[in-house]
């Protein structure tokens, strides 16, 4: 079942993907987004979660997201881990306010 979290910081992020974890999530069934792509890139890292890669997302999405800004690329990358479109739209603009979110599957 997906669920989705919004932190404030990749402190709050850890955390939130260790309970996670003690939950019985596994790292590849937990994905986190930032709307700065190096912030993105570094906590992904960090907290060795999921990549939205050519499986989740598909190749037309991922050609046509090459063309998107960040905001349209964000949530199409959402809405293919199964995040209704509206959600995914209210996710952004938090991402907007630099907030972190954590979509798991």
């Not at 003690?22 to 937990?30: M, P």
């Not at 986190?32 to 190749?59: M, P, Q, V, W, Y």
């Amino acid at each position: 079942m997906m669920k989705t979290y919004v932190v404030e910081n990749g402190v709050q992020a850890s955390e939130t993907i260790r309970n996670l974890e003690v939950q019985g999530f596994t790292k590849d069934d937990i994905y986190l987004f930032a709307h700065d792509t190096t912030r993105s890139e570094h906590l992904t890292e960090n907290t060795d979660t999921n990549n939205i890669g050519l499986k989740e997302e598909g190749l037309f999405d991922k050609m046509a997201n090459a063309f998107s800004s960040r905001g349209d690329e964000l949530r199409a990358r959402m809405t293919s881990l199964g995040v209704p479109e509206t959600e995914a739209m209210r996710l952004e603009e938090e991402l907007d306010e630099g907030k972190v979110v954590i979509v798991t599957q």
